[in-house]
């Protein structure tokens, strides 16, 4: 396991959020939050409900824009720059209510999500090449919505929603993917296999996985490494076994700060 | 059959009455050209307003500036144009031969559209970063703007406007002005469906439904509504180059950035359904004959009615004709799972889904 | 350009464009009050914003041809203008308060091409204005001349802006329209009936309008076609003030009417409709640029 780290190290990690400071007119609701994350690993954050997880993420994909500190990815600082601009770079987020496009069929909502990186305007004057569609089609295997793929994503059940905006994201071949509750709204007997999906697009397509969660069990389950946040604060951050045990983690949760 | 077949038959319905048309009603000849024009207008319109969701009261610009600039480059290629314009066409003094006005339309046509084109570039680049609702409403001021603009140039007439060439008497101005409109719109309609093929529209169609989630997919939004809007001008300023050569004369605020026409490339659209290929082509047949049937009847009241009817059509029938039709026969629009290519290639173990259909 | 000359070397013209810009400027304000207020309470752009100005001002103007003083035309344009009002949100608009913005956008559109080429038919598309009756001073050895009704529909237009702040600050509805501004689906579980305070909200919308018209055919003039300026403006002094900032939209509204009395006055009579809607892009782009650096769009 990891040890905090000197931040003048050279190969840096993939994501380092450094003192980050968000307000929103008086509230604050991230102070100083620092976190990194290292290539091809899996990191949760938990924290209890309004303690700034999700916007912690907004701040990182480009939504909103930081009132201090840095954020750095792949050895650039990312902090001014806008959502799409970051998503080229491959940092994706998912959303926590699903984004998805509800009036094209599932495939187009796959071939909609191919990454823009390194491609030009020309190349979305073709339907899509047929490694791109083989493509799509394997990764709606992969969420398990192969029979569903020629449906309207809009007639989806908010889970199956779920699962294909997982797909997509995986679409566009980012580097790392920030998911916001994946695991919220899915049916309870579907769980382990989406945690199992997740642990498999991390090993087999090397994705680096920043996970919000709030199923403790799931958590602890998939990450290596996890942070807490409480009231726009880090809390504490550890492996799994050191947060189950942090008292701090236990009292935020319980409500006893 | 299925629907691509069914389409292919369409278009070639369509333009076969379209290539038979002079032939069919010989004196609705000017009108038919109109309509083939109008159709080039609503489905330029609505690969912004309606494939991408960004709804243009601007596209006149581009009508008027094809016009102007093929009317420049028509006489331009003869005549100096600012001695043209200032004897107000000339009359006796400008003449131009056959070979001439082939030569000034072969350069005028493509050129409106390449400059009108130009012009959606520069005018995207400055409002097409912001969302719908606002560019919108600076559409509809930079619309007016141009037109007074164009009002107050004396190289093109101002505001009295300027002649297109005139055809020497052996020439057979509508039948050549019908047979252009007609080409025009068999490009524009397969430009578009070739268009509408490609990931492009999958791409605009994005930002129309949710354009956050488009950028947060990382697309070049900005770049794609301004490759729309590009497009859009292209065949509107095409349109409105050969537009200013049917009507002969051009007027910065009757003909070329008239409001009117503005309006109805958006009515067209709409009434046919917006957000399809067929919609506005449909679209445009059914307001240009009403429009020809009615229009005269209303005297003077007609612009009343137009104001009226896109009241209508917005609030109670916003999905316009092809809206009508899916929902009356829904099975003519399902998805195309029915008639499918690809499925032979199912990956093994699909039947492993069947979980997530629980989900 | 010669004419920026002439406001070097006699300064005194510049006190009189502005005065005239503050005048006409405080009566923009008015009409982007309106447009302020639906759009933050309805979510609706209204487009017809300027054909309400537009009626207020024949309705003032069919009072003095009747033999009436038209300052009488104030309150009923306002009135009839109310009535008009409801009953267009009776009509029409109730059904696109909760569609999305595009719907309300050409809906509005389409009344306000109805509007204006009815206005264009009753009464012909000839430039009109109404003889107020008031007088005139004449300042600074008469170089510069204030017409009394201007300066009246200065105040007056303060005057109803005030009387707004206050309703909405303390009256029973006006407490309700700001509720629902704020969250119209809570606003119902309270028991605000939304559909009255979207009804009043579009109608008062119209009276301000109204009032605003009747002003504008005293003091300047009117014509069937004059309302797309007028949206116009009322649309870039929201932008640039914001919903729900009354100080800011009248000065924005101030500013705008005096930078549109220069521009008119160097660039000639005929560019200041031009200069006004270049001036809205370039307020939009220049918002646009601002945000950019926030990480936000113009939305």
């Known amino acids: 396991m990891r040890e905090k780290r000197d931040w003048q190290v050279q190969d840096r990690p993939l994501l380092e959020v450094k003192n980050l400071t968000k307000r929103f007119g008086g509230v604050v609701a991230n102070h100083n939050v620092s976190l990194f994350v290292e290539r091809g690993t899996i990191v949760g954050l938990i924290g209890p409900n309004g303690s700034g997880k999700t916007t912690l993420f907004n701040c990182i994909v480009g939504q909103y824009p930081i009132d201090e500190g840095e954020i750095w990815f792949e050895g650039e600082e990312i902090s001014r720059y806008r959502t799409a601009h970051i998503a080229r770079m491959g940092l994706m987020r998912t959303f926590q209510q699903t984004r998805i496009f509800g009036k094209m069929t599932c495939v187009e909502n796959m071939l909609v999500s191919m990454s823009e990186r390194r491609r030009r305007l020309t190349d979305l004057f073709t339907p899509g090449s047929r490694a791109d569609r083989a493509r799509a089609l394997d990764l709606l295997q992969f969420v398990g919505l192969y029979s569903k793929r020629h449906h309207l994503a809009g007639s989806l059940s908010f889970g199956q929603q779920k699962l294909l905006e997982f797909a997509m994201a995986l679409m566009s071949e980012p580097e790392m993917l920030l998911l916001d509750e994946p695991t919220a709204g899915i049916n309870p007997t579907l769980i382990n296999g989406l945690v199992d999906r997740l642990r498999r697009a991390n090993a087999e397509l090397g994705i680096t996985l920043l996970v919000i969660e709030h199923n403790m069990r799931v958590i602890m389950n998939l990450a290596e490494y996890i942070y807490c946040l409480a009231h726009g604060e880090m809390l504490a951050s550890g492996p799994p076994e050191e947060i189950r045990n942090d008292q701090r983690v236990i009292d935020a949760y319980l409500g006893a700060t | 059959m299925n629907r691509k077949m069914a389409q292919l038959l369409a278009l070639a319905a369509l333009f076969g009455i379209g290539l038979l048309g002079p032939w069919l009603a010989p004196s609705y000849i000017s009108q038919f050209a109109q309509l083939w024009l109008f159709i080039v207008l609503a489905l330029s319109w609505d690969i912004m307003g309606g494939q991408t969701g960004y709804n243009s009261f601007g596209n006149i610009i581009f009508f008027g500036i094809g016009m102007y600039v093929s009317a420049v480059a028509q006489v331009g290629l003869v005549w100096p144009v600012a001695e043209y314009t200032a004897a107000k066409g000339g009359g006796t003094e400008f003449v ?19 400059v009108a084109m130009l012009a959606a570039i520069v005018l995207g680049a400055l409002l097409l970063g912001m969302r719908g609702h606002y560019f919108a409403i600076a559409t509809l001021g930079l619309a007016v703007a141009t037109a007074e603009l164009a009002a107050g140039w004396d190289y093109i007439g101002a505001g009295s406007g300027m002649v297109t060439p005139t055809l020497p008497g052996d020439m057979n101005g509508p039948v050549l002005f019908y047979y252009l409109s007609l080409g025009l719109a068999i490009v524009t309609i397969l430009v578009f469906a070739w268009v509408y093929s490609t990931r492009f529209r999958l791409a605009i169609n994005a930002i129309r439904d949710d354009e956050d989630k488009a950028e947060a997919l990382g697309h070049h939004t900005t770049r794609n509504k301004m490759t729309a809007w590009a497009i859009s ?21 009757d003909i070329a950035f008239n409001a009117e026409i503005g309006v109805w490339m958006i009515l067209m659209a709409i009434l046919g359904g917006k957000g399809t290929l067929w919609g506005p082509i449909i679209g445009a047949i059914v307001f240009f004959i009403s429009k020809e049937l009615f229009w005269t009847y209303l005297l003077g009241w007609q612009r009343v009615a137009l104001g009226l009817l896109i009241v209508i059509i917005v609030v109670f029938f916003p999905e316009g004709i092809m809206g009508w039709v899916r929902e009356r026969w829904p099975h003519l629009f399902a998805p195309p799972h029915l008639d499918d290519e690809e499925d032979d290639e199912t990956p093994a173990g699909a039947d492993e889904d069947k979980e997530a259909a629980h989900a | 350009m010669q004419n920026l000359q002439l406001l070097l070397q006699a300064p005194v013209f510049n006190i009189q464009l502005l005065l005239d810009g503050m005048f006409i400027g405080a009566v923009f304000a008015l009409a982007a009050l309106g447009m302020a207020l639906v759009w933050g309470v309805m979510n609706i752009i209204n487009v017809s914003q300027g054909e309400f100005v537009m009626l207020g001002g024949f309705i003032a103007l069919m009072v003095a041809e009747a033999g009436f003083s038209p300052l009488l035309g ?26 999305d913005m595009f719907t309300s956008l050409l809906a509005t559109f389409g009344i306000s091409i109805m509007l204006q080429q009815l206005m264009n038919e009753v009464f012909g598309a000839d430039v009109r204005t109404a003889e107020s009756g008031l007088g005139v001073w004449f300042l600074f050895d008469g170089m510069v001349t204030v017409t009394q009704i201007k300066v009246l529909a200065f105040i007056l237009s303060f005057v109803i802006g005030l009387a707004l702040w206050l309703f909405l600050k303390n009256a029973r509805l006006g407490q309700a329209i700001r509720a629902t501004a704020q969250n119209a689906r809570a606003a119902r579980i309270l028991g605000i009936d939304t559909d009255k305070v979207y009804a009043a909200t579009y109608a008062i919308n119209a009276a301000l309008c109204g009032a605003a018209g009747a002003l504008v055919v005293m003091a300047w003039s009117i014509h069937p076609y004059m309302g797309l300026p007028y949206t116009l403006r009322s649309f870039m002094i929201v932008i640039v003030a914001g919903l729900g900032n009354l100080a800011a939209v009248i000065s924005a509204g101030l500013g705008l009417g005096m930078a549109e009395q220069f521009a008119g006055f160097i660039l000639g009579a005929e560019f200041q409709l031009a200069f006004v809607f270049l001036l809205l892009v370039a307020v939009l782009v220049g918002r646009q640029i601002a945000l950019a650096r926030k990480r936000q769009y113009l939305k």
Do not use: C
């Not at chain 2, 292209?234 to 537009?243: E, P, S, V």
């Open chain 2, 96 to 114: 131009f031969n056959a070979d001439q006005i082939h030569a000034g339309l072969a350069l005028g046509i493509p050129l409106g559209g390449l």
């Open chain 2, 233 to 253: 001008a292209l065949f509107t300023g095409m349109a409105g180059a050969i537009y200013g050569n049917l009507s002969g004369f051009i007027d910065p605020h």
């Open chain 3, 74 to 99: 104030i309150p009923l344009a306002a009135l009839v203008l109310f009535a008009l009002g409801w009953g267009l949100y009776k009509g029409v608009i109730w059904r696109i308060v909760e569609a």
